[in-house]
């Protein structure tokens, strides 16, 4: 079942998602060679029990940290480490936090000091193949119109687009429906409506799409080696289009050169 969220439930999911963009932008600043993933996932969740919140991914069908910590091939739930960061990685950070009830999910992923300019290339198109994304979100859109948009500015650029994980509802637990998948033909789906609430997240291979998981169970890789990025906000469908709820103020003029979206100001 697709739930359409209220005024009031709406306040508090913006209140969450809000808390987890502030969270991964401190995350962000930390995230430089000689750190270790294990050093990024305590410091999140300190910050998210310091402001009465929990985890959202620790204990979640028996994943064991508050952030999912992916380098270089590794696609999504990463596990933080002992490993250090070193120049030229890339560090995608995917966290979710519950407060009041409700949750909030975002990613990133972040260059390690001086990066390649296929790694630079790569975190980019990832980043406005979000935002494409999110621009199809309106009233009345499909489902399937936001992977569509997608699929087709990451393929523009000659890279793939990761199958076996999508984008999701979220509100009062984690995952919800609809499943948003990144690929795959418009026009098809359920309607989009007013309040439904969307964690969209392009997950993007700079070589073949193919993954495999390891044998943590958990951590995703691409077949070939080769470098992946993942990006993520959780929207909100308007009236008007939507509104990015994990989207910093500092960070609206960015997303109003990237994406067309209505962005609440």
């Not at 996932?41 to 985890?55: F, S, Y």
């Not at 687009?161 to 984690?174: M, N, P, S, Y």
Request: glycine share 12%; charged share 25%; aromatic share 4%.
């Amino acid at each position: 079942m697709i739930v359409c969220r209220s005024k009031a439930e709406i306040e508090r999911l913006r209140r969450v998602n809000q808390l987890v963009a502030r969270i991964l932008a401190e995350l962000r600043r930390m995230t430089m060679p000689g750190v270790t993933t294990k050093e990024i996932d305590a410091a999140a969740e300190t910050l998210v029990r310091a402001e009465g919140a929990v985890p959202a991914f620790k204990g979640y069908h028996g994943y064991p940290a508050t952030v999912c910590a992916s380098i270089n091939e590794q696609v999504v739930h990463g596990i933080p480490s002992g490993r250090r960061l070193v120049e030229g990685d890339v560090l995608s950070i995917d966290m979710g936090a519950k407060l009041e009830g409700f949750f909030g999910d975002c990613a990133v992923t972040v260059p390690v000091g001086c990066v390649s300019d296929d790694a630079a290339r790569l975190l980019r198109v990832t980043e406005e193949a979000l935002f494409h994304g999110i621009e199809a979100v309106k009233p009345g859109a499909r489902v399937s119109d936001i992977g569509a948009s997608v699929q087709r500015h990451v393929e523009a650029h000659a890279f793939s687009v990761v199958r076996e994980f999508v984008g999701h509802g979220i509100g009062t637990a984690l995952h919800e429906e609809p499943q948003i998948a990144n690929y795959g033909p418009g026009g098809h789906g359920p309607r989009l409506s007013e309040g439904m609430v969307l964690a969209i997240e392009p997950m993007v291979n700079f070589g073949d799409a193919g993954v495999k998981v390891l044998g943590d169970g958990w951590t995703a890789v691409t077949r070939d080696g080769s470098l992946s990025a993942h990006f993520e906000h959780t929207v909100v469908v308007t009236a008007e289009g939507c509104e990015i709820l994990t989207l910093l103020d500092g960070d609206r003029d960015r997303a109003r050169e990237l994406t067309g979206v209505t962005v609440r100001s």
